[in-house]
């Protein structure tokens, strides 16, 4: 056997022992809010396609239409110039977000590492959220900034790591977070964020990858929603989630984005997305502008979800928004209680540490606005009878 085959190897039987090897399930239908796997129909509460639009009608004509100017962009878009449509796109991002210029990227993984790397260097220091998404780790991380990890939505922690990095004589500050957090479905204090990054001189850049969408008065993200849009320096989405299709951007002023165009190493060496998928990214934000009742919808139906769930005494932690955590506790019976649900029709996905934290194993149920009310009763029933049955003890 050779070293590598050997080495794989061994690293993959280490992952199984730890219970933590994963491996790929096909899926049909992940787009509707029952989908078939294994031969099943589940109730997908594992999608991040929170307003249903993945499956719009209008959304599968725009591919088509896009697609008549060609399968491909042929070339990154400094290169052999720029789809007119894209620079469009551009402009309706920036009026939609408020900002005077944005950028479109393949898919928000690449922007976070893109954009972190590209303004961060060597003796810069940047002030992360303990659970910020991988990506925005990542692209720290590629930076060689400092890294000033501060805990979760804690701002005392923050300002003390800020008096610090002062102290050290650290002139160019930025604090990086999500909006909402993907495995609590809580909501960064932005209040709070803002007031500390002009005390301390500091610049704000927000993910809106789970807020896009979903909150703002026209989906445009969580800063909207708090009427504190123009305080944030460089805002990031995705439209992979919420918006149904696939990509991201970074929206800002423009000294920014320039800075972007000309440095970020993501966006400057691949190839730029193919007209069928800028057009959806059009139609999906104009549906998305217009969801407003999709948006009502799915806010109801995540808050009786919640306090369904409290009533059973189920802990569903600080969720605020349509993620939500049920915390169990322990790994096996994590595990289990999936399995349970999965027998009885509901798809919720296991999440384990290290992705969490040690000892809050739990099941994440992501809501969609096209959920009905039967699909919810269905799931809170199996919910319950598992957790009966199961035996399972939950953790507080
Ligand atoms: C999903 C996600 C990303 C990555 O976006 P993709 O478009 O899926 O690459 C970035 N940040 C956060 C907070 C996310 O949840």
Redesign the pocket.
């Known amino acids: 056997m050779s070293v590598w085959e050997e080495t794989l190897r061994s690293r993959l039987a280490r992952l199984e022992q730890e219970g933590r090897l994963r491996s790929l399930v096909p899926v049909a239908r992940a787009v509707y809010p029952v989908l078939e796997r294994d031969g099943r129909s589940l109730i997908n509460f594992s999608s991040n396609n929170y307003l249903g639009l993945a499956n719009h009608p209008e959304l599968m004509e725009a591919a088509r239409k896009g697609a008549q100017r060609g399968a491909g962009a042929t070339a990154s878009r400094l290169i052999v110039g720029h789809d007119e449509e894209t620079e469009r796109l551009e402009q309706e991002i920036a009026a939609f977000k408020g900002t005077e210029a944005a950028l479109v990227f393949g898919?928000?993984?690449t922007a976070?590492m893109g954009v972190l790397s590209a303004l961060l260097q060597r003796g810069d220091a940047v002030f992360s959220d303990k659970w910020n998404?991988a990506?925005i780790v990542d692209g720290i991380r590629l930076s060689g900034a400092t890294l000033f990890r501060y805990r979760h939505l804690d701002m005392d922690h923050l300002e003390a790591q800020l008096r610090l990095a002062e102290k050290k004589g650290i002139r160019r500050k930025l604090i990086v977070t999500?909006t909402v957090f993907?495995m609590d479905g809580d909501v960064a204090r932005l209040h709070d964020l803002i007031s500390l990054k002009e005390r301390y001189d500091a610049a704000l850049m927000v993910?809106e990858?789970?807020g896009g969408g979903v909150f703002g008065p026209y989906g445009e993200g969580v800063a909207h929603h708090m009427g504190l849009a123009g305080k944030v320096d460089l805002h990031m989405g995705?439209f992979?989630?919420a918006f149904g299709v696939v990509g991201?951007y970074v929206a800002g002023n423009r000294t920014w984005i320039s800075y972007l165009v000309n440095t970020c190493r993501p966006f400057i060496y691949t190839t730029a997305l193919p007209p069928a998928v800028i057009e959806m990214i059009r139609t999906s934000l104009r549906l998305v502008r217009e969801a407003g009742s999709r948006r009502i919808a799915l806010h109801r139906k995540a808050a009786r979800f919640r306090n369904r769930l409290k009533a059973l005494g189920l802990n569903v932690g600080p969720s605020e928004t349509q993620i939500i955590p049920l915390i169990v506790g322990d790994v096996h019976a994590t595990v289990k209680l999936s399995q349970s649900l999965m027998e009885n029709g509901v798809l919720a996905v296991p999440i384990r540490p290290p992705t969490v934290p040690e000892g809050t194993a739990r099941l994440r149920f992501s809501l969609m606005a096209t959920h009905t009310e039967e699909h919810l009763e269905t799931a809170i029933d199996a919910i319950e009878r598992a957790v009966r049955t199961e035996g399972v003890t939950i953790h507080d």
């Open positions: 898919s928000g993984y976070n998404h990506s999500d993907s993910d990858a789970h995705t992979s989630k991201a």
